[in-house]
């Protein structure tokens, strides 16, 4: 039977060529174009009420898709109207 001890400098080299992986996946990853939230994930970031939330997407103050009955809205759109509407003091 044929043992083979690691040594640190091993490991350290296996830890090396794991990470200068991991930044060349990382590097070549495309940037979520946008996150998309649902209804009650909205509701809990904004500290509002479901009736405020119809009411956001009725006045059309904030966009949203519907699929197959759940509303998702984009987290960008949601950070846009924020900032349109923060306070000018």
Request: net charge positive.
């Amino acid at each position: 039977m044929n043992v083979e001890m690691i040594t640190r400098e091993d490991l350290q080299n296996l830890k090396n060529e794991i990470i200068a992986e991991l930044k060349s996946i990382l590097s070549h990853e495309k940037p979520s174009e946008s996150t998309w939230l649902r209804s009650a994930q909205v509701r809990k970031m904004l500290s509002i009420s479901p009736g405020t939330l119809q009411n956001l997407r009725i006045q059309g103050h904030l966009r949203f898709t519907k699929i197959g009955g759940c509303f998702f809205y984009s987290q960008r759109d949601i950070a846009a109207m924020l900032n349109q509407n923060g306070s000018k003091r």
